[in-house]
């Protein structure tokens, strides 16, 4: 059975790990670059291989970007917090410990609020923690036949762990949490986020137990979930099996499961260990990080705005825009700052809006560029719409123009003065088209003369292709319908 099948009679109760890559340009204990894209073992030096003597210096700059996190996910930032030795071994691991946080976090509580239910009350995650840590190095099984290749690229790379309560419902709701968590994350400028990157990592806690039930159930853990729909996916293929476990009458066994996203199924992979296997102590080569109060303080001062405020600011400050709109605009600060340019130089954001959630999104999905290498720039999209509405060009032969736009990177007004595209209004030059497009077309014109009004419009489409987009269409429609016999 799948799980919506079950979920008349259980409910899904999720918490998720979620690991984020900090957008730093070192890793968090020495000066190795934290780029991608390069040969294996290259970014690595005797202090994230953790050999005799090398010792760790903290990256001041990780200790900000985690800063700027709590303090957007509304925690409480302690003032003194302490990097322990989470010991545990495996090949891509060459110290035979990670440099965590246990007892003494970072930040504690705060809430992630992901949607609103029908009652018009939000839906708010709570927060247990926010540690910060480094991250281990990568086995790869399929470099070489037979044998585990290992690469220390990415052993030191800052992260945080940002833990959640165990107060989703659903894989939908799990689905909405990190997606606004990933959203949140990149307006407050603390990670690019990219799951298919490697940037954003989750672990997902799942129990299932019957409606009206309080207690929690028996939770197992699926590890190393990279991307959102195998979120999704992997949860509901869990909660199915322990549904079906329950049903009949078995025990669940907390355990680490593994998400195959061949099969869509899911795999124990070892019993799940406690914080007491991993022989947790306090680091003695790193003193407690303490925060003055004062530096908490400025961090919030200087915290970029967040969708939240943005999405605000757009309803109050932005007509004619719909909640839809809205929601596109802010989906990701790069395409938003575009808009705001637009609309600004345009002074029209109703226009800017629906060019952005028209050409330009249809452009960019086209193209394969982000916003951000868009070759329209924001000055020149909002120069077209002031041509259009000023009447220089036709709408018509606007989408023609912000074609040629984003293959050549032209302004509007080069490209509409090369095509013979400005808009044409002259009376004895649009007459001379509409008799070419009368002759071109005898049965329409003359069912149009002999009263056929819903013709207008096919008229009008006619004349605009012979002008090539550079009829003013306003004045076609106005001879049109003066035309003698109509």
Not at 68 to 81: G, H, I, K, P, Y
Not at 373 to 389: E, G, K, N, Q
Not at 390 to 403: C, E, L, N, Q, W
Request: aromatic share 6%; net charge negative.
């Amino acid at each position: 059975m799948t799980a919506a099948a079950w979920s008349d009679r259980y409910e899904m109760v999720v918490g998720l790990e979620v690991h984020v890559q900090l957008a730093t340009e070192t890793k968090i204990f020495c000066r190795c670059a934290t780029a991608r894209g390069v040969p294996p073992n290259t970014n690595i030096c005797p202090v994230c291989l953790g050999l005799p003597g090398a010792l760790p210096v903290l990256n001041d700059r990780a200790v900000e970007l985690a800063l700027r996190a709590a303090v957007a996910l509304e925690c409480d930032v302690q003032s003194t917090s302490v990097f322990a030795r989470k010991n545990y071994f495996y090949p891509d691991l060459p110290k035979g410990y990670q440099i965590s946080q246990f007892d003494a976090p970072l930040a504690t509580g705060g809430r992630l609020t992901i949607g609103v239910r029908r009652d018009g009350s939000p839906i708010a995650i709570g927060l247990t923690r926010v540690h910060v840590e480094e991250d281990a190095g990568k086995s790869i099984h399929d470099r070489f036949p037979g044998a585990t290749a290992v690469d220390l690229n990415r052993a030191g790379i800052p992260l945080i762990e940002i833990v959640s309560e165990p107060e989703m419902r659903g894989s939908a709701e799990a689905d909405a949490y990190l997606r606004t968590l990933a959203q949140l994350l990149e307006y407050a400028g603390v990670s690019d986020v990219s799951m298919e990157l490697g940037s954003l990592r989750a672990d997902a806690n799942v129990s299932a137990r019957l409606h009206g039930d309080t207690r929690l159930g028996t939770k197992t853990e699926i590890k190393n979930l990279n991307s959102f729909s195998a979120v999704v996916r992997a949860l509901d293929a869990e909660f199915a099996r322990q549904c079906a476990l329950l049903d009949r009458g078995q025990r669940i066994e907390q355990q680490t499961m593994l998400w195959d996203a061949a099969t869509t199924t899911v795999r124990a992979a070892r019993s799940k260990e406690d914080s007491h296997d991993y022989r947790y102590f306090p680091d003695p080569d790193l003193p407690p990080l303490i925060l003055p109060l004062s530096r908490i303080d400025r961090v919030r001062r200087e915290l970029p705005e967040l969708p939240d405020g943005r999405r605000a600011r757009y309803r109050r400050e932005c007509v004619g825009l719909t909640d839809y709109d809205i929601g596109v605009l802010t989906a990701e600060p790069a395409l938003g700052n575009y808009f705001e340019q637009v609309a600004r130089e345009s002074d029209d954001p109703k226009a800017a809006a629906n060019w952005i959630l028209g050409e330009v999104l249809a452009a960019l999905k086209t193209t394969g560029l982000g916003i951000a290498h868009f070759t329209v720039r924001p000055v020149d999209l909002a120069s077209l719409i002031a041509m259009v509405r000023d009447g220089v060009v036709s709408g018509t032969a606007a989408k023609r123009i912000f074609g040629a736009m984003v293959q050549s990177g032209d302004s509007p007004r080069d490209l509409a003065e090369r095509e013979g595209l400005l808009q044409v209004s002259d009376d004895a030059t649009l007459h001379r088209w509409i008799d070419e497009v009368f002759s071109e077309h005898p049965a329409e014109a003359a069912r149009f003369v002999h009263g056929e009004r819903r013709l207008l419009g096919v008229l009008v489409g006619h004349v605009m292709r012979k002008s090539n987009g550079s009829a003013d269409p306003k004045r076609v429609n106005q001879l049109l319908a003066a035309r003698p016999g109509t």
